[in-house]
């Protein structure tokens, strides 16, 4: 179940979509982002759908994969779905006994579904396609200014870097941990809310202690291998800019631009 | 100056806590190009010899020498760290990138390598290990054998004069264990670099050069495989076994043969049992 979890995974590839500059990637993900909330009116929003889609096919990777990314939020998309549906006013097309559906209600939670599922699905293609490394490295770059502020931004992408390499380790020994505890009669499906609570204990425990062996370990592995913060470090993969992220960064603040409109439009 | 001592450390102590020595008046030179092999029961101080030998640790009481440099000289420390790589004992935890090929360009990245260099080292370094064809995979779908290669690629990319290995083998399965024990082998004979493997498995020790057994925190037996093998009661007093061929000759002595106790492989045993039960006929 925990496996399932793929929001984190890189696919390596040689699509045009890989071999974008990350920090063009960043930011055309922030531009997406930007659409999907700003789109008022199912047209532009589907202009914003098509967008993605357009990436993801770009990126060559199966379309199962997509479907991946979103197996995990299954339940919180139905959830917020059916709540969208009823607390909102509006007229009334359905009614049994109290639970009443109005025409606004079921908007909503349309627009709701699929503007998340759209976000899951847009920021998956960003991180399917680049190496963890080279997203840090491309954060680090586009956050530096803030360096003058003082503001530990090496820290942070390296911080980011070791998360994204041991939260599959983790999830892993999670796993491990909920088996072993099974076969020793834990049970995590069935009691009160209380005692299910009560039966996660003995998984955090030996989890966080693990966490923290690794942790030393790790750091001891990285000072012996020269590692003393960013200064003076350099890369193997540099960020290049070429036409092709000039061009994709153009097509993004087209389809932007084409939102704005088909809004202003349809009002 | 082939035979120089690239790691030599004299009369040196080292405690944690004060009052409490871990490792007393240990005196020990290591040549370059050898392949030495340091054994010894849990908590007899290996890991922490380890890492007084790449200024992780500084020694307490007298001093540590790498290449000429002291330890203890602060501005020298990445120079150290550079040519003394360490492989830890669990794969897992010092592989630091999620991509097989950035986590072996790590350390040039820290020294700061050119880009086009590093790139060239660590394609390099990847071959050596053979594991190139996995150099976009993700390690946490590699098994633990492969990790550790992972892990060496990393420390031979760095061009380093020695590596020390902390128990490498300890937990990996059998399959794993022979391709990290070829891998570390090749390290010694393609590229002359010296190797520490801190080990306790005993036919990982019979293929050294050299065999140092510590104990509570001091060297007991020092010198070649056979050597220190020979010393069985010794071994077995300080909680160590021995290879199944020295135990099986110092066995069959105690029986009143008269076998060669340094017999250490299986077919110098096989030879002499033969020529014994020849002449037993005769
Ligand atoms: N960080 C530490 N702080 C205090 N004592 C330690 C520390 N690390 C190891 N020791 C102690 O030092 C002794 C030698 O440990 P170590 O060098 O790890 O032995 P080995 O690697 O041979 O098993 C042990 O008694 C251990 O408890
Ligand atoms: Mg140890």
């Known amino acids: ?267 | 100056m082939s035979a120089e001592n690239i790691i030599s450390s004299k009369n040196l102590c080292f405690s944690y806590e004060q009052g409490k020595e871990i490792l007393k008046e240990i005196n020990i030179d290591i040549k370059r190009g050898e392949f030495t092999a340091l054994l010894g029961h849990n908590g007899s101080g290996k890991s922490t010899f380890a890492r007084l030998t790449n200024a992780i640790l500084v020694p307490t009481k007298g001093s540590m020498n790498v290449f000429g440099m002291d330890t203890s000289d602060e501005g020298k420390l990445y120079d150290i760290r550079q040519n003394v790589g360490m492989v830890f004992q669990n794969p897992d935890n010092q592989i630091v990138a999620a991509v097989v090929e950035e986590d072996v360009a790590f350390g040039l990245e820290n020294t700061g390598v050119p880009p086009a260099e590093i790139r060239e080292r660590v394609d390099e370094a990847l071959k050596a290990v053979g594991m190139y064809e996995y150099r976009d995979h993700s390690p946490g779908m590699l098994s633990g054998g492969q990790k550790q290669r992972i892990a060496i690629a990393g420390i031979i990319a760095m061009r380093p004069e020695c590596i020390v290995l902390d128990e490498p083998t300890a937990m990996l399965d059998p399959a794993g264990r022979k391709d990290v024990m070829r891998t570390i082998r090749m390290l010694g004979e393609r590229y002359g670099i010296t190797v520490v493997l801190i080990t306790h498995y005993m036919d990982e020790a019979v293929r050294a050069d050299r065999v140092i057994v510590i104990d509570e925190g001091k060297p007991i037996l020092d010198g070649t495989p056979k050597q220190v093998f020979s010393h069985v009661d010794i071994l077995k007093k300080t909680g160590l076994d021995v290879p199944q061929v020295t135990e099986l000759v110092h066995k069959l002595n105690r029986y009143g043969f008269d076998l060669d106790p340094q017999i250490l492989t299986e077919e110098e045993c096989a030879a002499a049992l033969a020529f014994v039960l020849k002449e037993g006929k005769s």
């Open chain 1, 1 to 267: 179940m925990l496996k399932d979890i793929t929001i984190d995974q890189y696919f390596p590839g040689k699509s045009i979509v890989h071999r974008l500059d990350a920090r063009f990637k960043i930011i055309i993900t922030m531009i997406f982002i930007v659409m999907i909330f700003a789109a008022d009116t199912i047209w532009s929003l589907m202009t914003g759908i098509a967008f993605m889609l357009l990436s993801y096919a770009l990126t060559a990777l199966k379309p199962s994969l997509m479907v991946k990314s979103l197996k995990p939020v299954v339940p919180v998309l139905v959830i917020t779905a059916v709540l969208n549906m009823f607390f909102f006013e509006g007229e009334e097309i359905f009614r049994f006994a109290f639970i009443s559906i109005t025409d606004e209600g079921v908007k909503n939670a349309v627009f709701m579904l699929l503007r998340v599922v759209s976000l899951i699905v847009g920021s998956s293609v960003l991180t399917y396609t680049t190496s963890p490394v080279e997203l840090t490295g491309a954060m680090e770059k586009l956050l530096s200014p803030l360096k003058i502020f003082k503001f530990p931004v090496h820290e942070l992408a390296m911080m980011m870097t070791i998360s994204l390499r041991f939260i599959p380790t983790l999830i892993e020994e999670t796993e491990k941990i909920i088996s072993a505890q099974k076969a020793r009669g834990a049970d995590f499906e069935n009691g009160s809310l209380k005692e299910r609570a009560a039966a996660i204990v003995p998984v955090l425990v030996p989890l966080f202690i693990s966490a923290f062996r690794r942790a030393e370990e790790l750091a001891l592995a990285m000072e012996c291998r020269c590692y003393r913060g960013g200064e003076g470090r350099t890369r193997m993969k540099q960020l290049k800019t070429g036409p092709a992220d000039i061009a994709s960064l153009v097509v993004s603040f087209f389809f932007l631009a084409a939102v704005f409109f088909i809004d202003r439009k349809m009002k």
